[in-house]
């Protein structure tokens, strides 16, 4: 019943910046929170940022925190994903997901966004 569309995605040089979005169609604010996730080639998913729809609480991974900031538009049911000072290490595809909590529970997931971090 939840879609989750992503966009944003692309090819950046380092120390560059994008913006990933989520639209999301259904009953979305069932779940707390929203999240974003990352898998690079040959790695496991791991934790991006996370939201809540209500006051907005915010939680990163070590790894990106100071670079990305997460925020949501509730009016649009749209999250976003602000990447800047970008490495190569971000490379990664990025997924968002409904969760119910702060990057755990999370029960629906995007198509995932290709982000390609050149050197």
């Known amino acids: 019943q939840v879609q989750l569309v992503e966009s944003g995605g692309g090819l950046v040089q380092a120390g560059g910046s994008l913006r990933l979005s989520c639209a999301a169609f259904?009953?979305?604010?069932?779940?707390?929170?929203m999240g974003w996730f990352r898998r690079a080639p040959g790695k496991d998913r791991e934790f991006t940022a996370g939201?809540?729809?209500?006051?907005?609480?915010?939680r990163y991974a070590d790894s990106v925190r100071g670079r990305f900031t997460i925020s949501r538009d509730n009016a649009k049911n749209t999250v976003y994903l602000q990447l800047n000072s970008l490495k190569p290490e971000d490379t990664a595809v990025y997924y968002c997901?409904?969760?119910?909590?702060?990057?755990?529970?999370?029960?629906?997931w995007g198509q995932g966004t290709q982000v390609t971090v050149s050197s």
């Open positions: 939201i809540t729809w209500t006051i907005g609480t915010t």
């Open positions: 259904g009953r979305t604010r069932d779940n707390y929170a």
């Open positions: 997901a409904t969760c119910v909590g702060l990057g755990y529970g999370c029960n629906n």
